[in-house]
């Protein structure tokens, strides 16, 4: 795959540009109202919160430029801890956090019922909630099938309308698409359950390249919002098989068609960046984290309408509310900086892996996420040895290997891998995850037999 790593600076500048003014559909805003508890069992109502909100131009209402998803809810034993869940949101809840995504498919099905569980404790008109049609299964997109997903989504949420909806996951071909969404009759079914108002808006997730991103939206479709990856690196990389997020948001912006922001960490990426990024970015500003600057340059885009941020832990929940409250845009000499690492980062050869866990399980036990994840760490900070010539390349080569046996067990390492491809599917990055393992594994080989 061929990669432009050249940024366009002038449209780099033009598109987050300071002092820009909102589009006439989406505009800068500021929580002002209330969000009622609907139980004296919880914490008290808040007065005026801070958060940044942008103007939703089919409701008129606020929307929190923080949104929540619900893809790492805290767990334990794979089973979603429902108590942790009603305290996160409680504390967003109180903090102007309004917007919340789940899908059928996350934590094993589970998510959507926990998250409907703890939403239902607040008035229906405090929130906003988004989840997907997800219907991934090849052998069945028939309209039977595809609307028992729908449908369900309604059963686990336990609402009687659904805010955002989307078409989940758009992947590469035009002919996938018509065959999920079109072909089934899904997509027209959609439409008229807005018309009906049982579906506020109506609008689908990207993960796929051009051909599949312009066919969605040149069908003859009103689409409320489109939700893209969307962070400062992938703002730089565009290819045939998988457009810059620079490229999709001037799309959509032309169209006036409002943008959902998931991945603005990059899986966490942009987050643990190594020591020589962090220096620099403490040298900056020792008061900004890693994931703040990422999150303030997804918030900075006029056309933003939230951006999403799965929260396991409460300290990651308030340094989010705390960074949006209200968002502070990144100036000029800001967006320059953040190329720049952007373009430090490209220098590494890592796993473009978001930790989606889309791929998971593998039928063969191996920890595929877990693996990219140690990998993209060595690689960053530059703890594997490049040949046994290389300086400490004993001691370099023991601390990669019981590391990764620590980080990643080893009955879930890269060697379980049968190229089955099963995953590959799956995945929303289009990684070959097979090309991969093998990668790992040839790695770990040469390093035990000490043939680098």
């Not at 939703?56 to 429902?82: A, E, N």
């Not at 969605?216 to 098989?241: C, E, M, T």
């Not at 049968?418 to 590959?424: D, K, R």
Request: charged letters at 25%.
């Amino acid at each position: 795959m061929s990669t432009n790593n050249t940024i366009k600076r002038r449209s780099f500048f033009k598109m987050i540009g300071t002092g820009t003014a909102a589009l006439s559909s989406i505009v800068y805003a500021r929580a002002v109202t209330q969000s009622p508890l609907a139980s004296s069992l919880l914490p008290p109502a808040p007065v005026e919160t801070k958060m940044t909100t942008r103007l939703d131009p089919v409701t008129g209402k606020g929307v929190s430029i923080l949104g929540y998803g619900g893809m790492r809810w805290p767990s334990k034993d794979r089973r979603i801890l429902q108590d942790k869940v009603n305290e996160l949101i409680d504390v967003a809840m109180k903090n102007g956090v309004n917007y919340y995504d789940t899908a059928p498919v996350y934590h094993n099905g589970q998510s959507e019922k926990a998250m409907g569980e703890s939403l239902r404790r607040y008035p229906r008109e405090s929130y906003f909630i988004a989840t997907k049609l997800s219907n991934f299964n090849a052998n069945d997109w028939s309209f039977e099938r595809s609307k028992a997903i729908y449908d369900n989504s309604f059963k686990e949420l336990g609402l009687d309308y659904i805010d955002f909806y989307l078409l989940h996951s758009v992947g590469p071909g035009k002919e996938n698409f018509d065959k999920r969404f079109v072909n089934n009759g899904m997509l027209d079914f959609l439409q008229k359950e807005r018309q009906e108002g049982r579906i506020r808006h109506l609008g689908f997730s990207y993960h796929g390249n051009r051909e599949s991103f312009l066919h969605a939206l040149s069908l003859d479709v009103k689409w409320d919002f489109v939700q893209i990856q969307l962070n400062y690196f992938d703002w730089l990389q565009d290819s045939d098989n998988r457009p810059s997020a620079e490229y999709l948001y001037e799309e959509l912006t032309k169209r006036q068609i409002p943008v959902v922001v998931m991945e603005p960490l990059l899986g966490g990426r942009l987050a643990k960046l190594n020591d020589q990024l962090l220096a620099k970015l403490k040298e900056r500003d020792p008061n900004q984290t890693p994931a703040a600057w990422a999150f303030r340059f997804a918030g900075s885009l006029p056309n933003i309408l939230t951006v999403l941020s799965g929260m396991t832990y409460m300290e990651h929940l308030t340094e989010n509310i705390d960074t949006f409250s209200p968002l502070k845009p990144v100036s000029d000499a800001d967006k320059t900086f953040l190329q720049e690492t952007a373009t430090a980062m490209m220098k590494y050869p890592t796993v473009p892996c978001t930790a989606c866990r889309y791929c998971m399980p593998c039928p063969f036990n191996v920890d595929i996420p877990g693996n990219f994840a140690y990998l993209n760490k060595c690689i960053e900070n530059g703890n594997i040895p490049a040949s046994r010539q290389s300086a400490n390349y004993t001691k370099a080569r023991s601390s990669f290997l019981k590391k990764y046996s620590k980080s990643v067990p080893s009955k879930k390492q890269a060697s379980h891998c049968t190229a089955c491809g099963q995953c590959m599917e799956l995945c929303p990055q289009h990684i070959k995850i097979p090309e991969q393992m093998k990668r790992i594994n040839e790695l770990v080989d040469k390093l035990q037999n000490n043939t680098l």
